[in-house]
């Protein structure tokens, strides 16, 4: 939240203060996060120059800070106080800085200001946005929903088909021992017939007056 706000105050600081010094004077806001490199372009088309300022002003701040001062010899005057980590490219007065190992502190407009005796040209603006990285997105209450119902359906599916398993088991194996059952059903069966068949032969009068008379 808090890098939503610094990049929409250096767009109100740009557009209210900056444009309104020179109409023609245009601007670049670029993003970056934490940790990352940014290059920032200090040039002018007139190459007669004594030397450049490069200056910055941060959202909140009222006055503006100087970072440098280029001479047109080389010679480069850093002001400590800016606290910036930042590498030279280039030939004056056409050359780019770059800022190492950004940090949310170095959210800010950039501009470069030449100057030749008492005149002033200014480079175009650039409006440095340093951000943190995205934190994790908290999932809704609708997405917790729906991941427990879909977590309930599953746990429901496993079981219900293991039931059906359970069930195709118990029924095959019925049928499985249910013939040798009934064969031997029918063995005793024919056993206690065969025996109840002696039993009356013996018993009858007939069968024993025949063997007498024989």
Known sequence: MSSVVSYSLLLVIYFSRYSLQDPHLKGTMVKRYLGENVTIPCA???????????????PGEIKQQRIFYFY?????????????????????????ITFLNLTVTDSALYWCEFNYEEKITFSKITGLSVMDPCPPEVPKEEDNFLLYVMIGCTVFSVIFLLCIICVIVKVKNSRIYEPAKSSESS?????NRTKLDSMS??????????????
Do not use: C, W
């Open 44 to 58: 002018t088309e007139d190459n007669n120059q004594h030397g450049v300022y490069m200056y910055r002003h941060k």
């Open 72 to 96: 047109h010899d080389g010679t480069l005057t850093s002001n400590e106080d800016a606290n910036v980590n930042i590498t030279i490219s280039g030939e004056f007065p056409s050359f780019t």
């Open 187 to 191: 063995v005793y069966e024919e056993m």
């Open 201 to 214: 032969t013996l018993i009858n009068p007939a069968y024993q007056s025949s063997r007498q008379v024989r």
